[in-house]
Structure formats: structure tokens, C-alpha cells
Nanobody, 115 residues
Framework: QVQLVESGGGLVQPGGSLRLSCAAS????????MGWYRQAAGKERELVAS???????NYRDSVKGRFTISRDNAKNTVFLQMNSLKPEDTAVYYC?????????WGKGTLVTVSL
């Protein structure tokens, strides 16, 4: 059974930083492409960053230079380091993996960027 558990969200002031973690189980983690998505209130879920099994990364334009995705295959965990946070980064952040043509999601972690 695939499980993804996100953590690390919270309230932060503009310009601050947070590090999100997603612990995966039920998959041979090192072989899987992993993604971080976010969904702001009233908006569609969007891909923020992704990382291949070999460590190649990709980011949406609005977070390039501010966010860094990484993985620790020994700990079955993917991270999202978020720096220079802006109010428009406020959203619930979700971890994602696709296994056997099925998308799996965690419950998400809320990030609020506000004074």
C-alpha cells in the first residue's frame, strides 16, 4: 500500500523559508519520479517541482531560483526547500507519485505566507 506523508508546513513571513518533507512507503522509492504540487484556495492543483530517479529536477517558472527539490533514497523521503517565500506561495502542498498508472497523494501540508 502506497503512503505519502507530508510535513513541515506552517506560517511564515514573506521572505522566510520552510523545508517540506514527504516520507514514502509501499514503493521502491529510488526508482520513482516524485513531484510536489500545491493548491491554493479556489484554484486548481499545480505542479511546483519534480525530481527523477536519477536526481534531475524541474520547476515551474514562478518558483525557479527560490525552491529546491531533493531526495534521500536511503530515507525514502523527498524534500522541498522553499526560500524567499511570497504571499502567493500560500497553499496546501502535496507530494505525488505515480505507480502502475495510478496517482497517489498525501494529505498535504499547509503553507501560509503572511505578515
Amino acid at each position: 500500500q502506497v503512503q505519502l506523508v507530508e510535513s513541515g508546513g506552517g506560517l511564515v513571513q514573506p521572505g522566510g523559508s520552510l523545508r517540506l518533507s514527504c516520507a514514502a512507503s509501499g514503493i521502491a522509492f529510488r526508482f520513482y519520479f516524485m513531484g510536489w504540487y500545491r493548491q491554493a484556495a479556489g484554484k486548481e492543483r499545480e505542479l511546483v517541482a519534480s525530481i527523477t530517479k536519477s536526481g534531475s529536477t524541474n520547476y515551474r517558472d514562478s518558483v525557479k531560483g527560490r525552491f529546491t527539490i531533493s531526495r534521500d533514497n536511503a530515507k525514502n523521503t523527498v524534500f522541498l526547500q522553499m526560500n524567499s517565500l511570497k504571499p502567493e506561495d500560500t497553499a496546501v502542498y502535496y507530494c505525488n507519485v505515480n505507480k502502475d498508472y495510478m496517482n497517489y497523494w498525501g494529505k498535504g501540508t499547509l503553507v501560509t505566507v503572511s505578515l
